[in-house]
């Protein structure tokens, strides 16, 4: 039982690129989230899905969109990278709205450096 | 809005005692969580507390909350070197999505 997987683990990208951090889940997880971690403001969600089809705006949705196709997978993306997206970014599914039987489920995470 | 703070860091030798503290702005939270970051690694359930309750232990784990205050603690007891991580607090907001703390960086000396 993998839980959640984020691929790539690292990225590097230059000012202007794009890119795709993929999010897959196997438990079955109505719910799913993109956060980034930034040092001394915690975790920030950025969008997240209710389930598959569907996607909403988290607290700082700017500059990346999101994409659920699939119910175990999130797709985040970066269509033009700017140096202030340099983040850990962190995908987290659970069974329904978070609570505590519902707890989220995090992957390890992806370190993403745009220069 | 919605805000959860925490202190950055906090420095204890093993065997003793850790608090981390917390505050948080909404009070029509249910729950309040604290969360577990060890190095390269995403966050885990350490354990939660639900509005109405003052206190909870579990095992060396004690959360307390102080609702009039809104704050809220985590108490590590005898504090060991793999309790080393950052901890997070969040609370489920309005919109039953959670709402992160800054994190506290627990160190432990050995």
């Known amino acids: 039982n993998a839980g959640v997987t984020q691929t790539p683990k690292f990225r590097v990208l230059k000012t202007g690129q794009s890119m795709t951090l993929l999010c897959a889940q196997d438990?079955?997880?109505?719910?799913m989230y993109w956060y980034r971690q930034d040092p001394g403001m915690g975790l920030r969600l950025i969008h997240y899905?209710?389930?598959?089809?569907?996607?909403a705006k988290g607290e700082v949705p700017d500059g990346y969109n999101v994409s659920r196709l699939k119910k175990q997978n999130f797709l985040l993306g970066l269509e033009s990278a700017a140096p202030s997206q340099t983040s850990v970014y962190f995908c987290?599914?659970?069974?329904?709205?978070?609570?505590?039987?519902?707890?989220?489920?995090f992957g390890n995470g992806t370190r993403l450096t745009v220069t | 809005g919605e805000d959860v703070e925490q202190s950055l860091f906090l420095s204890v030798r093993e065997g003793d005692s850790s608090v981390i503290n917390c505050t948080y702005t909404?009070?029509?939270?249910?729950?309040l969580y604290w969360y577990k970051q060890e190095p390269g690694a995403g966050l885990q359930l350490l354990t939660y507390?639900?509005?109405?309750?003052d206190m909870k232990q579990d095992q060396r784990l004690t959360v307390l909350l102080n609702k009039k205050d809104k704050h809220l603690s985590l108490r590590i007891a005898d504090t060991q070197t793999g309790d080393s991580a950052i901890y997070f607090c969040?609370?489920?907001?309005?919109?039953?999505?959670?709402?992160f703390g800054t994190g506290t960086l627990l160190a432990v000396q050995p």
């Open positions: 438990m079955n997880h109505e719910y």
């Open positions: 987290a599914s659970s069974h329904t709205g978070s609570s505590y039987n519902s707890p989220l489920h």
């Open positions: 899905s209710v389930g598959e089809g569907t996607t």
């Open positions: 969040a609370e489920s907001g309005a919109t039953n999505k959670l709402i």
């Open positions: 507390i639900f509005s109405n309750m």
């Open positions: 909404d009070s029509s939270s249910t729950y």
